[in-house]
C-alpha cells in the first residue's frame, strides 16, 4: 500500500503533463498531503477560496488521478488552514468531497483570495523609479477609431468614446459603460479610446485589461502577499478600461478590490470605461454598490448595425487588406449574416481563405457556399440567457420560475439541466452561470452537473430527454 505521500506524488506526476506550468506551480504545488485512511486521501490547502478554485477548475483531473491511485471509491478530503494573521482559530477544518454544503465555508472568515494563469499583462506591478513609469497599455492597433465604423447601431457610444478620448476624465461620461450583445465591437470602442488617448497625451498611463485577467491579477497578488503591489499598480492608471465586467459576477473579493480601485480613480478624475454584455440595471451578481457607480456616468448600448453598416464595415477591412471583392459579394455577405460582426468578419475570412486555396475567383457561387457552411457552423452563438429560456420553453415553465427559491422537484430539475447545458455549451465560469440562474454560487452548479451527469449516465429515458433538449438549444 503507498503511503500518502506517494499517493500524491504519483496524482502529481499526472497533474502536471495535463496542466499549463503556471497554474501547476499555483494551484498544485502550495497543496501537502497530510494523511491516507484507506481510500480517503486528505490534502490540505492554504485557503477555502484555494479549495473552491480546485474544485472549480480541477476537479476532474483530481478524481481521475485519484481514482488511478486509489481505485472507484476513491475521496478526497480538504484540510483548510486559514491564514493565522486573518482568523483567530487557526485550526484546521476539513472538508470532505463532495462538498455539497458549503456553510462550514461560508461562516469562516475568508482570507482574500488566490491564483495566476499567468496574466499577460507585461510587467504589472512595475514601482515607479526615477524614470517615468511605462506600461504597455495592451491595445490592439488595428482597433482605433478609423477603424470603427460609424453607424445609427453606435451613434452614441461612438461619439461618447470619442468626447472621452479628448478629455479623459473630464467628462461627465465617467464611467463610460458601453454594453452590448456579444460580437457587435465592445472591446474595438474601448480599446479606441485607449489608442486615441496614447496619441492625444502619450504621457498618460493607459491600460486595458479584460475582467477575467483582473481577476487572475488580483488572485496571483493575493497568493504572493502582494495585494497592495496590486491596488497600488491600478490606482496609477490614467485610463483604465475593463473589459466584460459581467465576469465579475459572483467573485465577492475581486468586486470587492474593484470597488475600492474604482473609486480611487474617479475621485483622482481618472477615467474609467467598462463594457458587459448587459446594461448595469440586468447585470446579475453584482454588488449594488459597484452597480450603483456603474450608472454614474453615461451607458451606452452597441446595437445590430444595419444592412448599410454591415457594407461599410466590410468594405473598411476589404480596403485594409488591399483585397478587391466585387460589391454584388459583398452586399450577398452583408444580407446573410446579420446579427454578429465578428461573424461577418469571419464569413469574408472563410472567403477569402477559400478562393486562395481553390485559387478561385471570388464569385457569388463561391460566397454560397462559404455562407452556407458558415451559417450552419455558426448557428447560434449560446449564452446562459438563451439556454435558460430554451429549457424553459420545453418545460413550459416561466423564466423566473426557474429563477424562484421554489423547491418543487420539476422546477429544480430544470434548473439543474440548465445549469448543466451552459457548463457544457458555454465558457461561462460556474459562478457567471450560478448568479445568472438564480443567484446560486459555483458549488451548487457542480452539484446540478453531476446530479445529471449521472442521470444520463443511468436513465435512457432521461438521456432522450436531454438529447431532445440538446437539439433545441442548437438548432
Ligand atoms: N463599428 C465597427 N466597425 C468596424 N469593425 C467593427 C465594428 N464593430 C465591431 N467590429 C469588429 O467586429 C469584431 C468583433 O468586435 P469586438 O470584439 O469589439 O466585439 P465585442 O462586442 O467586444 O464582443 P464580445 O462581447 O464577444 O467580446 C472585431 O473584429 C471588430 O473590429
Excluded at 71 to 78: F, I, M, S, V
Excluded at 403 to 422: D, G
Excluded at 433 to 446: E, M, P, Q
Aim: proline share 5%; with cysteine; hydrophobic share 35%.
Amino acid at each position: 500500500m503507498n503511503t500518502y505521500k506517494e499517493v500524491w506524488t504519483n496524482c502529481l506526476k499526472i497533474i502536471k503533463d495535463n496542466v499549463p506550468a503556471v497554474s501547476y506551480q499555483t494551484w498544485f504545488e502550495p497543496i501537502v498531503p497530510v494523511r491516507l485512511d484507506s481510500n480517503v486521501l486528505t490534502i490540505q490547502v492554504p485557503s477555502p477560496f484555494f479549495y473552491e478554485y480546485l474544485e472549480e477548475r480541477y476537479i476532474d483531473i483530481l478524481r481521475k488521478t485519484l481514482r488511478k491511485e486509489l481505485g472507484p471509491d476513491a475521496k478526497l478530503e480538504y484540510s483548510i488552514v486559514m491564514d493565522n494573521n486573518k482568523v483567530s482559530n487557526s485550526k484546521p477544518f476539513t472538508v470532505r468531497y463532495p462538498a455539497q454544503n458549503k456553510t462550514e465555508l461560508k461562516n469562516k472568515p475568508v482570507p482574500f483570495p488566490i491564483q495566476s494563469e499567468g496574466g499577460s499583462i507585461k510587467n504589472p506591478f512595475i514601482i515607479p523609479g526615477l524614470k517615468k513609469l511605462e506600461i504597455d497599455p495592451q491595445l490592439n492597433p488595428d482597433y482605433t477609431f478609423a477603424n470603427f465604423v460609424e453607424g445609427d447601431c453606435n451613434k452614441l457610444s461612438r461619439s461618447a468614446g470619442y468626447a472621452v478620448a479628448q478629455n479623459p476624465g473630464k467628462t461627465a461620461f465617467n464611467p463610460l459603460f458601453i454594453y452590448g450583445s456579444s460580437g457587435l465591437g465592445k472591446t474595438h470602442l474601448a480599446q479606441s479610446i485607449g489608442i486615441e488617448v496614447k496619441e492625444r497625451f502619450p504621457d498618460k498611463l493607459v491600460l486595458y485589461v479584460n475582467a477575467n485577467k483582473f481577476q487572475n491579477q488580483y488572485v496571483a497578488a493575493v497568493i504572493k502577499n502582494e495585494v497592495n503591489d496590486f491596488l497600488h499598480f491600478y490606482q496609477m492608471i490614467d485610463v483604465l478600461i475593463i473589459d466584460d465586467v459581467q465576469e465579475f459576477a459572483g467573485k465577492e473579493k475581486t468586486q470587492d478590490t474593484f470597488f475600492h480601485i474604482f473609486n480611487h480613480l474617479h475621485q483622482s478624475g481618472k477615467q474609467l470605461i467598462l463594457t458587459s454584455d448587459k446594461a448595469p440595471v440586468e447585470l446579475q451578481g453584482l454588488e449594488q454598490r459597484l452597480l450603483t457607480r456603474f450608472k454614474w456616468g453615461l451607458s451606452a448600448d452597441l446595437q445590430q448595425p444595419d444592412f448599410e453598416t454591415r457594407v461599410a464595415i466590410l468594405k473598411r477591412k476589404i480596403y485594409n487588406d488591399g483585397i478587391v471583392i466585387p460589391d454584388e459579394v459583398i452586399e450577398y455577405l452583408a444580407s446573410s449574416i446579420t446579427s454578429n460582426i465578428r461573424e461577418l468578419e469571419g464569413a469574408l475570412i472563410s472567403l477569402l481563405a477559400q478562393a486562395t486555396l481553390i485559387k478561385r475567383e471570388i464569385t457569388m457561387d463561391l460566397a454560397a457556399q462559404v455562407v452556407e457552411r458558415f451559417v450552419k457552423d455558426h448557428a447560434k452563438e449560446l449564452s446562459v440567457d438563451y439556454i435558460t429560456k430554451s429549457v424553459c420553453d420545453y418545460f413550459n415553465i416561466p423564466t423566473d420560475l426557474l429563477s424562484s427559491k421554489t423547491r418543487k422537484r420539476e422546477i429544480v430539475q430544470a434548473r439543474q439541466i440548465a445549469m448543466y447545458f451552459c457548463k457544457n455549451l458555454t465558457k461561462s465560469s460556474l459562478s457567471t452561470i450560478g448568479s445568472t440562474i438564480g443567484g446560486k454560487d459555483h458549488a451548487t452548479v457542480l452539484h446540478a452537473y453531476r446530479t445529471i451527469s449521472n442521470l444520463i449516465e443511468t436513465d435512457k429515458s432521461f438521456k432522450l430527454q436531454m438529447d431532445e433538449i440538446e437539439k433545441r438549444i442548437k438548432y
